[in-house]
């Protein structure tokens, strides 16, 4: 069972047209949360430039953080880049829920990559997907909380509510669609017993 931690996410410019999008789960009890996000922020900065691959990354990230975290902690992590000039996304995972892509069509994909948590092993296994995508598609990047707090009470039964949700909020204006968008995957906020995130990125020119 996921011991309770923190969340941390950032977005930042990699260059002319290209952008970096980040979201981890830091799970387990030991050293405290706000140092390891801390961590975790200054740790992209220096290995999430334009020369590194996104695997490259979160390698960095992996390799610093395994000396910096407790033994029973660790994070999953979600790193998507964006190149606006190419329409190109690339998304590495490392033990996260996948990343949702919905098309301004209306048609969904969950990215679903198998791959280690960070901070656990010396060589982390990671997998990258490359999609290309178009001007109104928009994708998804979230914390487990918000899948785990789902009524259906089960992850791919929560994965499955936040899909359609996507979809089915796709025209909403972004800065609205979020919080529509988690209003009907947790109607009862009440009930929420995580940190809950959800990160809308629509692509345009």
Do not use: W
């Amino acid at each position: 069972m996921k011991k309770r931690g923190a969340i941390s996410y950032d977005v930042f410019s990699l260059g002319a047209g290209l952008f970096g999008y980040f979201v981890a789960d830091i799970s387990g009890h030991g050293i405290g949360a706000a140092f390891l996000i801390s961590g975790v922020k200054a740790l992209l900065r220096q290995y999430a430039g334009p020369v590194f691959s996104p695997e490259d990354t979160m390698r960095g990230v992996n390799s610093v953080m395994g000396e910096m975290m407790g033994d029973e902690q660790y994070l999953t992590a979600c790193y998507v880049r964006l190149n606006r000039q190419t329409r190109r996304l690339t998304v590495v995972g490392a033990g996260h829920p996948p990343l949702i892509v919905v098309s301004r069509g209306g048609a969904a994909q969950a990215v679903e990559l198998e791959s280690d948590p960070l901070g656990i092993f010396g060589t982390a296994t990671l997998h990258r997907r490359d999609l290309g995508v178009s001007i109104g598609d928009r994708f998804f990047l979230y914390s487990d909380g918000l899948i785990e707090s789902s009524p259906g009470g089960g992850r791919r039964e929560g994965l499955e509510c936040l899909v359609n949700a996507c979809v089915r909020h796709r025209a909403a204006p972004l800065g609205e669609s979020a919080a529509l968008i988690a209003h009907e995957v947790c109607p009862e906020e009440h009930m929420i017993k995580d940190d809950l995130l959800l990160l809308a990125v629509e692509v345009s020119t």
